[in-house]
């Protein structure tokens, strides 16, 4: 079975587990494992920031850095693709007890005029504008992202009016791949930053949030609250240290494949049109009489599973 139904379903490999296998470990809610301790501190040096913190998913990083960027009543800031709005069961209202501002983008992407006018101003009944988050690679996007040259602007809003700036980096390597930029870069540019290691870097599970001392304290007594922390993680985390030391530069071998997949069925009759294949997310429509279901079904019979995407 070739399953291309999301770059989650990567699985560790032999040197992944062998890691795994290997790794010192303690109990990381006393702060103790050795293994845990390491990669969040690998994260941080990588982004240039001071402290990282290790969770069991990107919607919990993403969760605790509005959590920790805002107050109940403020607002985040972001575009109407974003991850943190449309899939994680609008727990920015949950968690945070917090509002949306959503902007209409092109392909999940905002620019810094649209964030200033989407600023509100100060009044008793509205809410406070807190927080900008930006996705890169976005996603629902298609796979589309941003170079620093689009995101500097944006902070510079945000420094002027007092705004934070978080980065949903679920798959920030796979853009770093494709415009050559480095992670230092992009921790400069940003507050805090979620990256995944559980998608193309074929760790099992893990996220890191990155940030400065102060947001990496309170975040981590966010994270406990919330019920994510682990102790021996560090069998974990060995795998995260593994994929950011081998599996990074591979990346491009994804988002090449998957440009090679858009340029293959670009030539097939039975399809429509394919969007611009810019990472490692490939989207396409069908002629008819094919149907989203007929064709999964079609290819499942010769191995192959793919995902249907609903909406626009
Ligand atoms: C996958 C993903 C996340 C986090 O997802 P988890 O499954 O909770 O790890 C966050 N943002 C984006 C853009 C994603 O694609």
Redesign the pocket.
């Known amino acids: 079975m070739i399953n291309l139904i999301s770059d ?1 379903v990567t699985k560790p490999t032999p040197g992944m587990l062998q890691a795994m296998l290997q790794a010192e470990v303690g109990d990381d809610v006393f702060g103790q494992d050795p293994t845990v301790n390491a990669l969040e501190a690998k994260a941080a040096t990588m982004f240039g920031k001071e402290a990282a913190l290790f969770c069991p ?4 990083t ?1 969760q605790i850095a509005i959590k920790v960027h805002t107050q109940p009543l403020d607002e985040v800031i972001c575009d109407e693709y974003s ?1 943190i709005y449309q899939y994680e069961v609008g727990g920015y209202a949950f968690n945070s007890g917090i509002g949306v501002n959503l902007i209409k983008g092109t392909n999940g992407k905002i620019t810094a005029e649209q964030v200033a006018a989407a600023i509100k101003p100060v009044y008793d009944w509205l809410p406070i504008s807190k927080l900008v988050v930006l ?1 890169n690679t ?2 629902k996007g298609g796979g589309s992202f941003y170079t620093l040259d689009e995101i500097r602007p944006i902070q510079q809003v945000c420094q002027e009016r007092g705004l934070a700036l978080h980065l ?1 980096g ?2 920030i390597f796979n853009a770093l791949v494709e415009t050559g930029e480095s992670t230092r870069a992009v921790g400069e540019v940003f507050d805090s930053i ?1 990256i ?1 290691l ?2 193309g870097l074929g760790a099992p599970v893990g ?1 890191l949030l990155i940030g400065s001392k102060v947001f990496i304290r309170q975040a981590r007594r966010v994270r406990k609250a919330m019920g994510g922390g682990m102790r021996q993680a560090g069998f974990l985390a060995a795998a995260g240290i593994y994929a950011l030391d081998h599996q990074v530069s591979r990346l491009k071998e994804d988002n090449d494949r998957a440009k090679r997949l858009g340029e293959v069925l670009s030539r097939q009759p039975y399809v429509d049109n394919v969007r611009p294949v810019q990472s490692n997310i490939v989207i396409f429509d069908l002629k008819a009489p094919w149907t989203a279901e007929s064709y999964l079904a079609h290819l499942a019979e010769r191995g192959i599973r793919i995902t249907q995407r609903r909406g626009r």
Request: glycine share 6%.
């Open positions: 989650t998913s990107g919607t919990m993403n991850h996705e976005c996603n949903d679920a798959r979620s995944c559980s998608k996220s």
